[in-house]
């Protein structure tokens, strides 16, 4: 008798097809894709292509990751010229919780009013009764 897939298995699998078609799509639509984008002058969003009768449609979102180091020197900058930071920088502080946990109870203690704790989401596994 066959085992049924596990969820997670079928998760990944589902992944890689998606990671092949993705692909395929790419190798035969690739060219009308960006010149649509070139002709929109678009880098990110939304665009069309039409091929027969189907219309593909290709959205790339904008991911912007910022320096950390760089925005530091120039928070620096910000202050030693009398400028508000909090104005031009969103400031976020934080500590790994490995970390955290490494610290004399001591330093523990200081931060702990600051600390919030909050349930990730969660993950499930089916697996069958046989291999409880």
């Given at each position: 008798?066959?085992?049924?897939?596990?969820?997670e298995?079928?998760?990944?699998w589902?992944?890689?097809?998606?990671?092949?078609?993705?692909?395929?799509?790419e190798?035969?639509?690739?060219?009308?894709?960006?010149?649509a984008?070139?002709?929109?002058?678009?880098?990110?969003?939304?665009?069309?292509?039409?091929?027969?009768?189907?219309?593909?449609?290709?959205?790339?979102?904008?991911?912007?990751t910022?320096?950390?180091?760089?925005?530091?020197?120039?928070?620096k900058?910000?202050?030693?010229?009398g400028?508000?930071?909090?104005?031009?920088?969103?400031?976020?502080?934080?500590?790994?919780?490995s970390?955290?946990?490494n610290?004399?109870s001591?330093?523990?203690?200081?931060?702990?009013?600051?600390?919030t704790?909050?349930p990730?989401?969660?993950?499930?596994?089916l697996?069958?009764?046989?291999?409880?």
């Amino acid at each position: 008798m066959r085992r049924p897939l596990q969820l997670e298995q079928a998760g990944d699998w589902l992944k890689q097809v998606k990671v092949r078609f993705d692909a395929a799509l790419e190798q035969t639509c690739g060219d009308r894709i960006r010149t649509a984008r070139s002709d929109g002058g678009k880098d990110f969003g939304v665009v069309h292509v039409a091929d027969g009768e189907v219309r593909l449609t290709v959205d790339v979102f904008k991911r912007v990751t910022w320096d950390q180091a760089q925005l530091a020197t120039i928070a620096k900058r910000i202050d030693a010229a009398g400028e508000s930071v909090e104005e031009c920088i969103d400031i976020a502080y934080s500590i790994s919780e490995s970390r955290f946990q490494n610290w004399p109870s001591t330093l523990r203690t200081q931060f702990e009013a600051a600390r919030t704790v909050k349930p990730g989401k969660p993950t499930y596994r089916l697996t069958p009764s046989e291999e409880v």
